[in-house]
């Protein structure tokens, strides 16, 4: 399994906000490199499924609302120690918890809507990149 790899989603609101650029910006001068990346759109299905494991909880139903309502930049990254490293970057969960000058402190409304998704394991990263990308995406 490799560790050099994380998947990240620039969600709805970010795309809504005109965020892409600034915080493309901020991943790539923090010394990812863009690996595989598109904008496109999440049906119920794909977000039911690529958030199966959160399908007890009680913010289930908003979070497939949230995450299908418009584009969202999709986006395989590399850097030494990517997961751990972009988990840094992106900041807490919630971003009222996030340290300053993480992308969910500069950019996220609320736990819900957070701005950017971020892989949590080098497992789950092959599995979401492999998610919404081809070999052939790939580069
Ligand atoms: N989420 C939410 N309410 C919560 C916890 C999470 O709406 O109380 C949403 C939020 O968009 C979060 C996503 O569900 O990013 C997945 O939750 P997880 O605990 O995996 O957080 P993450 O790994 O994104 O930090
Ligand atoms: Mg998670």
Redesign the pocket.
Known sequence: MRTDRTFTMLKPDSVEKGHIGAILEKITASGFRIVAMKLTQMTKADAEAF?AI?NERP?FG??VT?MTRGPIVAAILEKNNAVEDFRTLIGA?NPADAAEGTIRKLYAAS????AV??S?SDENAAIEGAFHFSGREMF
């Not at 736990?111 to 957070?114: C, D, R, T, V």
């Open positions: 958030y959160h913010f908003e979070l949230y969960t736990i819900g809507e957070n998704h971020g949590d």
